[in-house]
């Protein structure tokens, strides 16, 4: 599984969550609404990584995703960039 993220999203991330360089910025599974898997959503949270199954940098922080949570992509890479018309990130599975 590879995890992958845009400048522009990663920035986005940033400011929302006025975070600097050298920042953990973890994807983990809630029950929610709009995710891959019915019932199940991504949420994210500024975390000390435990347990790595993927993770990127972009713009001085580093995305991740832990092992727990792995079960979530079944083997699917995700891919985050900025939906620029509302300003928001757009996630894919592939």
Do not use: H
């Not at 949270?45 to 347990?51: G, Q, R, Y």
């Not at 991740?64 to 996630?91: G, R």
């Amino acid at each position: 599984m590879k995890l992958n993220i845009t400048n522009q999203a990663a920035k986005w991330y940033k400011e929302e969550l006025n975070i600097g360089d050298q920042s953990f910025l973890r994807f983990f599974v809630r029950y929610g609404f709009g995710g891959r898997i019915p019932g199940f959503s991504l949420g994210i949270s500024n975390d000390t990584p435990e347990d790595i199954y993927a993770s990127c940098n972009a713009e001085g922080v580093t995305f991740y995703i832990e092992n727990k949570d792995a079960w979530y992509f079944d083997d699917q890479d995700l891919s985050i960039t900025l939906d620029e018309q509302v300003k928001e990130p757009q996630f894919s599975y592939n």
